[in-house]
């Protein structure tokens, strides 16, 4: 059986096509070279454990590795001290076969709960004598370190790392200790109860920056897709195909590798797409996109379940979907830091963004979809509308504008402008939502979303559609609006394009108009 793209799990070099991580494991043995204590803290499935194993074997020659995960301890093994050292001496065992015979018998006590005494302090004697006779130099590795923080135990036994790592100039000591999972340690107080102030302790202020981007770059996809291309022989333009995925994901790993698997096991044999060749185009990519979508996933559970957690970041997230509202990245609003954490946003030149546009598509179908949203008049309206818009298994856009203006002057019109401003282009959404559900998605385009200015990009049935949902801000910015679409367009290689402008004026005229800007043919709804 050949290689696979993997969603689950770390991936495997014989089993999985994967991108070259040699430069990032370069980037992270010269930290290890310089003894450094770090975290790897990563929004979930973004690759962390892949990271440690291939690091693990990267640095074997060099340095005794010992890694270890958290998650398999089992969270009764943090209850107590004396369970947490058993737990963590039995997976020591278990890590490597390299341990002395002096170090194994006191570790062999301390897992068959045996030793006089049970201690973190007994324990991490035994592990600075092991690292005075060791003939390399140890590396500790742990993953999914945050599966247990709410718990004592586990932040004495930070607290004890810490200590011994400052120190490792008197006594010896771990060259290198390495800690991944989706908190930092710097920020793992988040998962404790705010009255519990016993527990803030030392731990926070001792791991180094870990800057390195996990995310793939387009250069990154390509080099993955090479090798299945040398395998498979599928005739794609491996370099489009990449950028596509990029544009996409933003480098998500999870999401690249779905996306590709998607097009790999599922798409070719479909009506549309009856082999290989077919599911590696732009088309076919936009159908995986379609399908991740419907899919469910821990990922996309977990990412819905932070909403409810944190009401702070379910605010910010709803400002940047439907208000096109400029953030500015500040590191110390604890509510962005969450935001960025847990992988919703990005930094982008100053300012938060939505991470990919699978999140952000995902996100906005989750606040369209709301039991409170679908029993709305418009999102009703929609419903019962939908068979006219589809015709021959296409979507007649010009149509739907002429609907939405009809039906959104007649419910809306006697509002005020703060009200088109904080809900227009949302409204609007809520009304395509239901029309183009099953069969088509949307996304905002990331370098024109402001307050003036959103570009929404349709794709439905294999066929895209780009529509400008802007403010009327007089006649001289309106034109200039066209252009802008119209140069838009020639990016897309789209001859056709839509606008739909809410305008405040008391004497506007509302309805929908065809006009012709360069070669493009604009339709045009004045709202």
């Not at 278990?94 to 005494?117: M, V, W, Y």
């Not at 400029?326 to 110390?332: G, H, L, Q, S, V």
């Amino acid at each position: 059986m050949g290689k696979t793209f993997n969603i689950n799990g770390d991936c495997k070099p014989g089993l999985h096509y994967m991108v070259d991580l040699h430069g990032r494991l370069d980037i992270i043995r010269s930290m290890v070279d310089q003894g450094q204590y770090f975290t790897i803290n990563r929004a979930r499935q973004y690759g962390k454990t892949t990271i440690l194993r291939s690091l693990d074997r990267f640095l074997k020659n060099d340095y005794l590795v010992i890694s270890m995960d958290f998650q398999v301890m089992g969270h009764a093994c943090f209850e107590s001290e004396s369970l947490f050292v058993s737990a963590f001496s039995a997976e020591l065992l278990d890590s490597t076969e390299a341990i002395p015979d002096e170090i194994k018998n006191h570790l062999c006590t301390f897992a068959e709960g045996c030793a006089r005494q049970i201690t973190l302090f007994s324990l991490f004697k035994v592990l600075s004598r092991w690292c005075g006779i060791s003939q390399k130099r140890i590396v500790l590795l742990v993953d999914e370190v945050d599966s247990a923080t709410s718990n004592q135990v586990f932040l004495d036994f930070l607290a004890q790392l810490r200590g011994y790592y400052i120190n490792r100039d008197r006594k010896p000591a771990f060259q290198s200790v390495i800690l991944a999972g989706v908190y930092d340690v710097r920020n793992i107080r988040r998962k404790i109860r705010p009255e519990e102030d016993h527990k803030f302790n030392s731990p926070w202020n001792i791991a180094a920056d870990f800057p390195m981007n996990m995310s793939f770059s387009a250069e990154d996809i390509a080099g993955m897709l090479e090798s299945y291309e040398n395998d498979h022989h599928t005739g794609m333009n491996i370099q489009n195909m990449a950028r596509l995925l990029f544009d996409f994901t933003s480098g998500y790993p999870v999401l690249v590798s779905w996306l590709c698997k998607l097009m790999d096991e599922r798409i070719p044999g479909s009506t549309h797409f009856p082999d290989k060749t077919s599911a590696w185009t732009k088309q076919g990519c936009l159908e995986a996109v379609k399908i991740l979508l419907e899919e469910k996933s821990p990922l996309f559970e977990s990412l819905t379940g932070k909403l409810s957690d944190y009401p702070e970041l379910k605010k910010i997230i709803h400002l940047l979907l439907f208000q096109g509202q400029r953030i500015a990245y500040n590191p110390d609003d604890p509510a962005i830091d969450a935001a960025i954490m847990f992988g919703f946003v990005k930094v982008s030149n100053g300012s938060v963004a939505v991470s990919n546009r699978i999140f952000e598509t995902r996100l906005y179908n989750m606040f369209l979809t709301l039991p409170e949203i679908q029993s709305t008049d418009l999102y009703q309206a929609a419903c019962r509308d939908k068979i006219q818009f589809i015709q021959n298994g296409r979507l007649d856009m010009k149509r739907i504008l002429e609907k939405f203006v009809i039906f959104f002057d007649d419910a809306y019109g006697d509002k005020g402008e703060k009200f088109y401003e904080e809900d227009g282009r949302r409204y609007f959404m809520l009304y395509l939502r239901p029309i183009i559900n099953g069969s088509g998605n949307y996304y905002i385009e990331a370098q024109t979303r402001n307050m003036e200015r959103t570009d929404l990009i349709i794709d439905y049935n294999r066929e895209q559609f780009i529509i400008e949902l802007k403010l009327w801000r007089g006649e001289k910015r309106h034109r200039e609006g066209e252009m802008q679409l119209a140069d838009y367009l020639d990016h897309y290689h789209m001859t056709k394009g839509y606008m739909i402008c809410f305008n405040f004026n008391r004497k506007k005229k509302t309805g929908v108009k065809e006009v012709f800007v360069k070669d493009k043919l604009l339709v045009e709804a004045i709202v």
